[in-house]
């Protein structure tokens, strides 16, 4: 099966880009990454803050069945334009890899489509290359299927 999100990582450089089309509308697509109810379903974590603002900050956390924390983000939005671009940092804690930084562009394509742009730069080539050893593609792959799905609900 095809992978609907592409991800884009030419040699040797430390960003990539992820493009991925959906059938929502734009302002849809948007509530997805910026309503914590809803981010919390397609993500499959708990979202502890989300302060959709220039300068505001959010975290995320999930645990597994017994409860212990298997996974914690944190990050800066630096720049919040409704419905356009979000500028923010991501940072995995405990674990390898360096804060990045990331910018997320919104673009309607019809009046019932839009398209999502990611473009992510790592601190380094080395460091990049090692998400993408791991099954990364896939992992971006499921959650926007479940963004499409928990999302069309909403329609």
């Known amino acids: 099966m095809e992978l609907k999100t592409k991800i884009n990582a030419k040699d040797g450089q430390q960003d990539l880009v992820i493009t991925r089309e959906f059938d ?3 302002e849809l697509l948007f509530k997805a990454y910026t309503e914590p109810e809803i981010v919390a379903q397609w993500m499959s974590t708990k979202v502890l803050k989300l ?3 220039k300068y505001g900050g959010y975290q995320f956390e999930t ?3 017994r409860g212990n924390v298997v996974f914690k983000a944190n990050g ?5 334009s409704p419905n356009e671009r979000i500028t923010r940092t991501f940072e995995m804690e405990n674990s390898p890899f360096a804060a990045q930084l990331e910018f997320l562009d919104f673009e309607s394509i019809t009046e019932e489509t839009s398209k999502l742009t990611m473009h992510i730069i790592y601190k380094s080539t080395d460091l990049r290359d090692q998400m993408l050893k791991l099954p990364f593609a896939q992992g971006m792959n499921m959650a926007h299927n479940r963004l499409q799905e928990i999302t069309n609900k909403l329609k």
């Not at 800066?76 to 919040?80: A, C, L, N, P, Q």
Request: charged letters at 30%; a negative charge; zero cysteines.
């Open 24 to 26: 929502l509308p734009l």
């Open 63 to 65: 645990s597994d069945p």
């Open 51 to 53: 302060e959709n603002k």
């Open 76 to 80: 800066v939005i630096h720049e919040y």
